[in-house]
């Protein structure tokens, strides 16, 4: 169905001052590609010119596609917008802003085809033009994700990365909302190599991000990739349960020894039979909202590497 080997799926929100920097750079690399490739740019609804731009450029660059939401959708959502609709047999998200280097791409490339891998991280070897709140904040997220899941995301790598078709088939097929997708990609557990880069400072305009939504993004990423807060209050319910059975028998044993004001007992047993029914139904309850939310998510439970039923003769000979 498709004839395009790369395509560039780039998120834009209000980047007009961006957009001819970044188209500029971006052209001239890719002519030098050697391959068919698409520009897919996702305008997330942009309020300034954004727009307006990305349409004069498409009458005089026919590899440009531009997809307009029409709301801000968020960064996230823009990318998945963008992975919905490229063709390519490869395809690279990128920031529009320049702080990833678009020469990396044609490396990437390289990457993918010599090593033969489904996914190439772009690694941040060199953090310095982020500010040092930035590089703190990201740091103790990638710490507690890892100790959290057992997701092997890697602590410099953010969006600008380059997938394959079945990688993108993949994350497109998932339903979950609110993906952070530096965190699912590695979830799908596709062979994978990383290119480092150096992360440039913004090339004009400035961050969409604010303290609001990496806060967003930082609790997505760990509801999404962790129940350990909800086995936490299981946990909690089950201890709560435990000691209100506790506080019961020594309600019975009290008022067995006659040390006890009339009306106590029971009143102090009703509670706490109640109480502990009621935690350790929570308990419980958590247990199986868990299961169904780790399903709803629908990621693999396994990934199957060579299977002689399906790919005989293909999987490798073992020397
Ligand atoms: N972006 C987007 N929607 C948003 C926020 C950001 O599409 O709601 C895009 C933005 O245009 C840029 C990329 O996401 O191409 C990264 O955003 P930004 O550079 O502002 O983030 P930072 O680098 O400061 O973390
Ligand atoms: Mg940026």
Redesign the pocket.
């Known amino acids: 169905m498709s004839e395009v080997e790369l395509s560039v799926v ?6 007009q001052e ?1 957009i001819p920097l970044f188209v500029e750079r971006l052209r001239p690399l890719a002519a030098g590609w050697g391959c068919t490739y698409e520009v897919v740019c ?1 305008d ?2 942009s309020r300034d010119a954004t727009p307006v731009l990305l349409q004069r450029l498409r009458r005089e660059w026919p590899e440009l596609r531009v997809v307009r939401l029409r709301a ?4 996230q ?3 998945s917008a963008g992975l919905a609709r490229a063709r390519g047999r490869y395809v690279v998200t ?4 320049l ?1 990833d280097p678009p020469e990396t791409i044609g490396r990437m490339l390289e990457v993918a085809r010599e090593e033969d891998v489904d996914v190439v991280y772009g690694v941040r070897s060199d953090r310095s033009t ?1 500010s040092a709140f ?1 590089r703190v904040t990201a740091r103790a997220f990638y710490r507690s994700i890892r100790a959290l899941s057992d997701v092997d995301a890697h602590v410099d790598a ?2 600008f990365r380059l997938m394959s078709r079945a990688t993108v088939d993949a994350v497109n097929a998932l339903p979950e909302h609110d993906r952070v997708l530096r965190l699912v990609v590695p979830a799908l557990g596709f062979p994978s190599a990383s290119v480092d880069y150096r992360r440039e400072p ?1 090339a004009a ?5 604010p303290l609001a ?2 806060l967003r993004l930082s609790v997505d990423g760990v509801t999404g990739f962790s129940i350990a807060p909800l086995r936490f209050a299981t946990w909690l319910g089950l201890l709560g349960g435990v000691a209100a059975i506790v506080v019961l028998v020594y309600a019975v044993v009290a008022m067995l020894l006659g040390d006890t004001l009339p009306g106590w007992t029971s009143t102090v047993v009703i509670v706490s039979a109640v109480g502990a029914v009621q935690l350790l139904a929570l308990g419980i309850l958590g247990e199986y909202v868990g299961r169904t939310y780790t399903a709803l998510q629908a990621r693999p439970t396994y990934f199957v590497a060579h299977d002689s039923l399906v790919d005989a003769g293909t999987a490798p000979t073992v020397p």
């Open positions: 780039v998120p834009m929100f209000d980047e961006v996702v997330d609804g801000n959708a968020g960064h959502a823009a990318i990128i920031d529009a802003d702080q982020d930035k953010g969006d913004r305009g400035e961050s969409k991000y939504r990496m």
